[in-house]
């Protein structure tokens, strides 16, 4: 993977929105928002079936949140990633780490044919702990 676009995606000025966070504290969208939050960045919960996590407000979609996200980070199926990027397409979103185990050839070649920046196969919460030696 790209040290350098991973460097870039992980800047600390970066907004980020992890798109399929759980209540449930044992999944990885609950643990990739939570790394993040307690890292020191800017990160907005979204789960269209959920209203809070750990009495943060938990957002239904992109286009509900108060200001645009630098990187969104796709911890979902393969095709619920798909009908995301869509979304962060027309919300002109170009960074997204899409969280091993939610990615698909089709939304890779959806990110190259559409110029967004994706981050795939590698966790964000590890590539952070790299990156910052934490």
């Known amino acids: 993977m790209n040290e350098k676009l991973i460097k870039k995606f992980l800047r600390k000025e970066n907004i980020f929105a992890v798109v399929g966070v759980s209540r449930d504290k044992k999944k990885y969208g609950y643990k990739v ?10 990160v907005y919960p979204i789960n269209p079936n959920c209203d809070e996590i750990d009495g943060d407000r938990c957002y239904h979609f992109i286009g509900e949140l108060p200001e645009k996200p630098d990187v969104v980070d796709i911890v979902v199926p393969p095709a619920v ?20 185990g939610s990615e698909s050839k089709k939304a890779l070649k959806f990110c190259k044919k559409n110029n967004i920046e994706v981050i795939c196969n590698v966790c964000v919460m590890v590539e952070r702990e790299k990156a910052f030696k934490v």
């Open 33 to 42: 928002y939570k790394n993040l939050k307690e890292a020191g960045y800017k």
């Open 81 to 100: 990633t798909e009908k995301i990027l869509i979304k962060c397409k027309e919300f002109g979103i170009r960074k997204v780490w899409v969280q091993p």
